[in-house]
């Protein structure tokens, strides 16, 4: 164990400085993944290590793709493509909090596929909530609030379209799929046969996703604060507007900003993937 936890902070160094390095993540971003690495990869091991790193690659990838074109269409939407410690944590935090849950029960205990399955429940919903937010925000067509269907401006939190709701069903069943087959491997690695059983992994994945997804946007239209820029007549998340003015409060629950949103969306996915996972186990 220790070892592994050594090589799991090593490792996670490694993935923040180059992260840092490419601009996909703050100082504070780094030291996120820092810490949310070495957890995951020296209690959980090699393939939920794996799996974490799909997740970062993918979600980095789809946040410099077509960048050019989200500028433009939607300046609240256009905050720096870098990570802060704060989007790691929300990100990643139960994820981290999930292995160390693993790493007190150990893997012979009988929580262990319930923990991994709501592991991959949490990453499965980051995953969507991510790519659904980075492709949605290419919609040739405007979203629409997820509550009241009312049609409103590309990247408003709470605003939902085809283009998005396809992406984070793609990006939970990458999960799945990536899952599936990192343990495939580790099986043929380890036991010499294949461990097909677990195939149930990318419909699951894939209903975790969506699930932490709509969530997100269900409090993103309801209680996530918002404020309003009187020079922009804009609404928008950020307490300073990007024009330079101060914005007011208009409306949601003071603390629900929106790393607390997503951090609340992996807990749904993690919920969802180890009930729902409690038929195939
Ligand atoms: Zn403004």
Request: with cysteine; hydrophobic share 50%.
């Amino acid at each position: 164990m220790l070892v592994q936890l050594l090589i799991g902070f090593i490792l996670a160094a490694i993935v923040g400085l180059l992260g840092w390095r490419l601009g996909a993540l703050t100082r504070g971003g780094a030291a996120g993944a820092f810490l949310i690495g070495g957890a995951v990869f020296g209690f959980g091991g090699p393939t939920w290590g794996a799996i974490l790193a799909v997740f970062f690659a993918s979600s980095s990838f789809f946040s410099y793709f077509r960048r050019q074109d989200k500028v433009g269409v939607a300046g609240e939407f256009a905050k720096s493509s870098r990570r802060d410690l704060g989007q790691t944590l929300a990100n990643g935090g139960v994820a981290a909090l999930l292995a160390i849950g693993v790493g007190i029960v150990t893997r012979e205990s009988p929580w262990y596929p319930t923990l991994t399955l709501a592991y991959f429940g949490a990453l499965s919903a980051a995953t969507a909530d991510t790519w659904a937010t980075e492709l949605g925000v290419l919609s040739s067509r405007p979203p629409r609030l997820i509550t009241t269907g009312e049609v409103v401006t590309t990247g408003r939190s709470g605003a939902v379209s085809f283009l998005g709701t396809l992406a984070s069903l793609a990006g939970g069943a990458f999960i799945g799929i990536s899952a599936f087959i990192l343990i495939q491997m580790a099986s043929l690695l380890s036991t010499g046969s294949w461990f097909l059983q677990d195939w149930f992994l990318i419909p699951l994945c894939t209903l975790a996703g969506l699930l932490g997804s709509l969530f997100d946007s269900l409090l993103g239209a309801t209680w996530q604060r918002m404020y309003y820029c009187n020079t922009c007549q804009t609404i928008t998340e950020q307490t300073q507007h990007e024009c330079g003015h101060p914005t007011r409060s208009i409306r949601g629950i003071s603390w629900l900003g929106n790393d607390q949103v997503n951090f609340l969306t992996t807990v749904v996915g993690a919920l969802s993937a180890a009930l729902v996972g409690l038929l195939f186990l």
